[in-house]
């Protein structure tokens, strides 16, 4: 298998290295994050306009109300 050289970093090559577990490479580590980013431009219009959209939006509104009263 082909291998490229990459410069990172410390800081970021210490967080590779905690994150890494037995018989991990950084490779398995950086795979491992990429496909648990995902791919949110694949959830694009999962939801129809409806209802379900407007609960949600009126529960997000009223919680961020509530958080900012009790936030003073």
């Given amino acids: 298998m082909a291998s490229k050289n990459l410069a990172i970093r410390e800081d970021v090559y210490r967080k590779l290295s905690e994150a890494k577990k037995d018989g991990d490479s950084f490779s398995d580590v950086?795979?491992?994050?990429?496909?648990?980013?995902?791919?949110?431009?694949?959830l694009w219009g999962a939801w129809d306009e409806g209802e379900d959209v407007a609960f949600i939006e009126t529960s997000v509104k009223e919680t961020r109300k509530r958080s900012v009263v009790r936030t003073r």
């Fill in 30 to 42: 950086i795979e491992k994050l990429l496909e648990r980013r995902g791919d949110l431009l694949s």
